[in-house]
């Protein structure tokens, strides 16, 4: 059966990303980001971690919850870096262990009709990190750039890699692996969105080779580097 894959736009902001259009398919997954979604007209069908199917105008996935977005109509979807200020906002109070239900405000400023760069004008304009513990916060700004691994990191920051890992289990809700995929795969998908080839997105965001970065994506947001392609470069032929 052939599927008409993702067709909208897409936009990075600072830590955050959003897509606005059609979704298709998608395989069930889990990553480090806080994922927001909602449509207006119609209701957004979700495939829980334990494979129940719920239906609602908008939904809150908290970071490493297992969970796949069905094929549905126009949507707005939004992914925030655990690290983004935004996210302590995001998760207040919310039950990280489900896929919760949007509030009605949320749903509005997600689905009302702007400009995917303004969505969050007013919201999301900070990007610092002045909730997180320093040493976490200067761990994450390494990852990119450290290709000594965790325990490099954790030296630099004055932790051990055991305390690292949990400071950033308790502080973002998900492993710093996982953090640091995410960011990777954010890098490779803005080369994308730029016009770079998957193979040299691969390299420009620090994969092996197209292969590792097809795992990634597959495993980050349930879909093929070649199928998230349609809608970060929607103008360009593939």
Do not use: Y
Not at 137 to 150: I, R
Not at 154 to 179: D, H, N, T, W
Request: glycine content about 10%; charged content about 20%; aromatic content about 4%.
């Amino acid at each position: 059966m052939t599927m008409i894959g993702w067709q909208g736009d897409a936009f990075f902001g600072g830590g955050w990303f959003a897509f606005r259009g059609m979704a298709a398919d998608n395989k069930p997954h889990a990553h480090a980001a806080i994922q927001l979604v909602a449509a207006s007209k119609h209701e957004v069908v979700m495939e829980a971690p334990d494979g129940r199917t719920i239906a609602g105008q908008g939904w809150l996935i908290p970071p490493g919850l297992r969970h796949r977005l069905l094929p549905s109509g126009q949507l707005t979807l939004v992914l925030v870096e655990p690290d983004h200020s935004a996210a302590v906002m995001l998760l207040d109070g919310v039950d990280r262990s489900a896929i919760e239900p949007l509030s009605n405000d949320l749903i509005a400023c997600l689905t009302r009709p702007c400009e995917l760069a303004s969505l969050f004008d007013g919201l999301f304009s900070d990007e610092g990190k002045d909730n997180l513990d320093a040493r976490l916060s200067t761990a994450l700004s390494l990852l990119d750039h450290n290709p000594g691994g965790l325990e490099v990191i954790s030296a630099a920051v004055g932790l051990s890699e055991v305390r690292l890992r949990s400071l950033a289990r308790q502080e973002l809700g998900s492993p710093i692996s996982k953090i640091g995929m995410l960011k990777k795969v954010v890098k490779a998908a803005e080369a994308i969105a730029g016009g770079a080839s998957l193979s040299e997105a691969a390299i420009d965001a620090g994969f092996s080779d197209q292969a590792h970065l097809t795992r990634a994506f597959k495993q980050v947001i349930g879909l093929t580097p070649g199928e998230a392609a349609k809608p970060l470069r929607p103008d360009q032929e593939r």
